[in-house]
C-alpha cells in the first residue's frame, strides 16, 4: 500500500474538528493526500480527484448516505467507507455497493486496513 497511497486522494467528512484532524494526521502519515471536510456541503464542493470517501453517518445537513449517493452521482463507483459512533449503526452492503462501515472508535490499523480492502476491491473490479 505504501508505494501507491502518495497518488490516492481521499476526501475525509467529519464533523468532529479532532476527530476529523486525527483521521487527517493518521491517513497522512499512511502517504494518503487527505481533502478535510466538515459537513457535505465543504465536501460537494471539492471538484479534485477522490479515490475515496470516507465519512461520518451523522453529519449536519445532509447524512452520510445521502452525502456517497451525491458523490456517486458525480463519480461512479467511489468507493465509500462510512464510519459512526452511534451503537448498533450499520450499512446493508447492498444499500451502497462498494461501501464499507468502521464502527468508532477503531484503531489506526482498522482504518488503513478497511481502506486498503476499499481500494483493492475497486482495483480488481
Do not use: C
Not at 479532532?18 to 471538484?47: C, E, K, N, P, T
Not at 456517497?68 to 461512479?76: N, V
Not at 459512526?84 to 472508535?105: D, H, Q
Amino acid at each position: 500500500m505504501e508505494g501507491q497511497t502518495a497518488t490516492r486522494t481521499i476526501l475525509l467528512v467529519e464533523d468532529n474538528e479532532q476527530l476529523r484532524a486525527l483521521y487527517g494526521m493518521i491517513l497522512d502519515d499512511a502517504g494518503f493526500r487527505i481533502v478535510a471536510a466538515g459537513d457535505a456541503s465543504q465536501a460537494l464542493a471539492h471538484d479534485g480527484p477522490i479515490d475515496i470517501l470516507v465519512t461520518d453517518l451523522s453529519l449536519p445537513g445532509m447524512n452520510g448516505h445521502e452525502l456517497a449517493t451525491r458523490i456517486r452521482d458525480r463519480r461512479p463507483g467511489v468507493p465509500v467507507l462510512f464510519t459512526s459512533g452511534w451503537a448498533g449503526t450499520s450499512v446493508p452492503e447492498e444499500s451502497v455497493p462498494g461501501a464499507a462501515f468502521l464502527g468508532k472508535p477503531f484503531q489506526r490499523r482498522d482504518l488503513l486496513q478497511a481502506i486498503e480492502a476499499l481500494l483493492g476491491a475497486r482495483a480488481h473490479a
